[in-house]
């Protein structure tokens, strides 16, 4: 009788999975230039924006000059660009990020290229909107150091009460419209123009064919298995794994998403950062261990090093020496060409 | 034998008569519904049909659990045994959300 049962309810489970339909993974995807099943990866022209913050040119304008201001700071040497600098792909180049009288911080800078399509923002996301994430870095005292009433003062009485009146005419100066017009500088941070990109939309000579076989190699379940973590569109889930990698062994170990969402699932799990324009970025993850590319894929081989908690999505990978340098030469294939940046004039 | 399968499919019927199992899947990372309302002593069956793993968890005050994760066509069933309102989320995507109305 038991075991009728159990025989019966394996048969219904069984059913159960026959039905369910294939999810739009690899074995969708056709793999020419231009074709229809490509086109999820494609980013919406119009980052997303909050009503009550909607992108004008006078609140980018603002917010580029506070975003290189480096008044910001208690010492008045450092900025936002200070770490997450142009030149460096909107990261600092560094392996975890140097704050305040250059004490080392324990986490790498994310670049803010295309942040603004991400739903989570934080290694940690530990803040929701780029509007939530502004004022940390500035009331941070191991970053920016920054007295925030005296701040407010120098805004008032400098020439950017002006700029103010002009992006947020009906909002007084203060903490909220300074996040406001920072938040709204970093959404125009953005790349959508990599070779992917135009291979995507239909230029048949963007990509080379090893770079689409490194693209198959990406998204196959079998082969890379990016694609689960590193989803359409902008190669991210927006969602937090453990990658098993070496500094998850130490003895305290950064418990990373696990100090916001007390699941056990979430112990030395990150954010999936985005890899567009990562080919600017290095070096890799959050503790900066990997140098390379290459790096990156070898860690990912091991399917993790400490295995400890690590991700139900990890598994090694077995791929061979051209499937990795072809999915390398697919990550290099993520990168916009790279425009002169021009430095803002700051008010006095 | 084929009497027996009837009594059994007969006995499964009126059990869950009384104690209700309701499905929710978990599908292109989403919850398949936004809320489900049922009675005290229901079941809730979370069914993963992504072809990667998913987590299900409530931190809430009427119901604390974390069922782990699992891959697509397994589920974990979760009984509800007290009234109120319970947001679950999934832990690995957290713009996951769903709840469960759980009435008296
Ligand atoms: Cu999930």
Redesign the pocket.
């Known amino acids: 009788m038991i075991k009728l049962s159990r025989s019966l309810i394996f048969f219904c489970s069984m059913l159960s999975l026959y039905g369910l339909t294939f999810s739009s993974f690899a074995s969708q995807y056709v793999f020419e230039a231009g074709h229809p099943s490509l086109q999820r990866w494609l980013l919406p022209e119009e980052v997303p924006a909050p009503d009550n913050n909607k992108t004008t040119p006078e609140r980018v304008e603002l917010g580029k000059k506070l975003f290189f201001d480096t008044r910001l700071s208690g010492d008045g040497n450092m900025s936002c660009a200070t770490c997450h600098n142009p030149m460096f792909g909107w990261s600092d180049g560094l392996a975890t990020a140097k704050g305040f009288k250059s004490m080392v911080l324990g986490r790498a800078t994310p670049t803010i290229v295309n942040t603004g399509y991400n739903s989570i923002q934080m290694w940690d996301g530990r803040k929701a909107t780029l509007e939530d994430q502004a004022m940390g870095p500035m009331e941070s005292h191991v970053e920016m150091n920054m007295s925030i009433p005296r701040l407010v003062e120098f805004l008032k009485t400098s020439d950017y009460a002006k700029s103010f009146k002009k992006a947020y005419p009906d909002e007084p100066i203060g903490t909220e419209t300074l996040a406001k017009a920072l938040a709204a500088f970093e959404r125009t941070v953005v790349s959508r123009n990599s070779p992917f990109d135009r291979w995507v939309k239909g230029e048949k000579d963007a990509l080379t064919p090893a770079q689409i076989n490194g693209f198959k190699v990406f998204v196959d379940p079998d082969k890379g298995n990016c694609e689960v973590c590193h989803s359409a569109p902008n190669f991210t889930d927006n969602?937090f794994h453990n990658i098993g990698l070496p500094s998850y062994g130490a003895e305290t170990p950064d418990m990373g998403r696990f100090e916001f969402v007390p699941i056990r699932l979430m112990k030395g799990a990150f954010k999936t950062p985005t890899v567009r324009d990562i080919t600017t970025t290095a070096p890799y993850f959050h503790d900066g261990s990997a140098r390379t590319l290459e790096d990156v894929v070898d860690h990912y081989i091991t399917g993790g090093v400490v295995k400890t908690n690590v991700s139900p999505n990890m598994k090694a990978l077995t791929l061979t020496d051209k499937e990795k340098a072809d999915l390398v030469a697919f990550l290099e294939a993520l990168t916009s060409p790279q425009k002169p940046f021009t430095l803002p004039a700051i008010p006095l | 034998m084929k009497a027996l399968f009837i009594t059994l499919l007969l006995l499964i019927v009126s059990a869950t008569a009384i104690a209700k199992t309701v499905e929710v899947a978990?599908k292109d990372?989403e919850f398949t519904v936004a809320e489900v309302e049922i009675n005290k002593g229901d079941v809730v069956r979370f069914v993963n049909e992504d072809p990667f793993f998913?987590?299900v968890y409530s931190l809430s005050d009427t119901k604390l659990f974390d069922l782990g994760s699992f891959p697509k066509g397994e589920y974990r069933d979760v009984t509800f045994d007290q009234a109120g309102t319970v947001e679950v989320e999934?832990a690995?995507?957290p713009a996951?959300k769903m709840k469960v109305i759980v009435k008296e």
């Open positions: 969602g | 978990q990372k998913h987590n999934c690995i995507h996951m």
